[in-house]
């Protein structure tokens, strides 16, 4: 069931607030997701991919962080009304845009990004108020190691140490727990709170694949929070918010449509 003007249904909220993610499949279409990769490779074409592995020669994991200073259209992203629906009904208003990046998986040498909780790095007073949005920009599964999730995960805190196959990430050693795959075709997104352990794994497949994640808090529960991924936190309700222009000098919010059809 979805109220007026909603973009998730009340189960996939509910499932949201009870496990700590849900998935929405195809809530960006053929056209958004043509325009979102065109900008991917726009990227590769300017070498914009680090390779974030310890292991260079035998895995390879793009990053691209931050986004929003490179691509007018992915800056335009979080305005879009459905993302803005769907983040008001995951965690509440105001809320802010915290950080965006790109993972690029090569077919064949492409690595995961191991367990861990996104608030070890943010420290949100409560980690159900944050959440991220994982776009697949290729059809997600299993064999190209989409991203897992363990349900309930949010409820412990778990301690993390320093990845030894990344050079700035951390993870969780020997998390034990249900891994539920979230495959999701190209367009599918899935939502998962600051709490919710999750990880990526090897691309075994023939194919590239890409994953645009985006992060949100409530900034009812912001003192204190760590900045994400050298960029500015940007205002998308609330008070505080004025279209992107306070930290943009433009004004972003309503262009989200314009900055697709600019992208044959």
């Not at 140490?161 to 700035?168: A, G, K, V």
Request: aromatic share 8%; glycine share 10%; hydrophobic share 35%.
């Amino acid at each position: 069931m979805r109220k007026e003007n909603a973009v998730l249904s009340d189960s996939q909220v509910q499932h949201f607030r009870d496990y700590g993610y849900t998935v929405a499949p195809g809530l960006f279409d053929e056209r958004e997701v043509a325009a979102l990769l065109s900008e991917l490779e726009r990227f590769k074409r300017e070498g914009l991919g680090r390779n974030v592995s310890t292991d260079p020669d035998a895995k390879v994991n793009y990053q691209i962080i931050p986004l929003n200073d490179k691509s007018n259209l992915i800056r335009a992203l979080p305005f879009a009304p459905k993302v803005v629906a769907c983040i008001s009904a995951l965690i509440g208003d105001p809320f802010v845009r915290h950080l965006d990046q790109i993972f690029l998986k090569p077919p064949g040498l492409g690595s995961g990004t191991d367990w861990h909780q996104d608030n070890a790095y943010f420290r949100l007073q409560d980690p159900t108020k944050g959440t991220a949005m994982w776009i697949a920009l290729h059809d997600a599964n299993i064999q190209n190691g989409t991203l897992h999730v363990i349900p309930n995960s949010h409820r412990t805190e778990f301690g993390h140490t320093r990845d030894p196959d990344s050079d700035h990430h951390i993870h969780i050693e020997g998390l034990e727990g249900e891994e539920v795959p979230c495959e999701v075709s190209a367009g599918g997104a899935v939502f998962f709170n600051y709490g919710t352990a999750h990880a990526t794994k090897k691309n075994n497949s023939d194919r590239e694949r890409a994953g645009l994640a985006f992060h949100f808090f409530n900034t009812d529960y912001g003192e204190g929070v760590r900045l994400g991924g050298k960029g500015v936190e940007v205002a998308v309700t609330g008070t505080a918010a004025t279209g992107g222009l306070r930290e943009y000098g433009v004004t972003v919010a309503g262009t989200w449509e314009r900055e697709v059809a600019l992208h044959p």
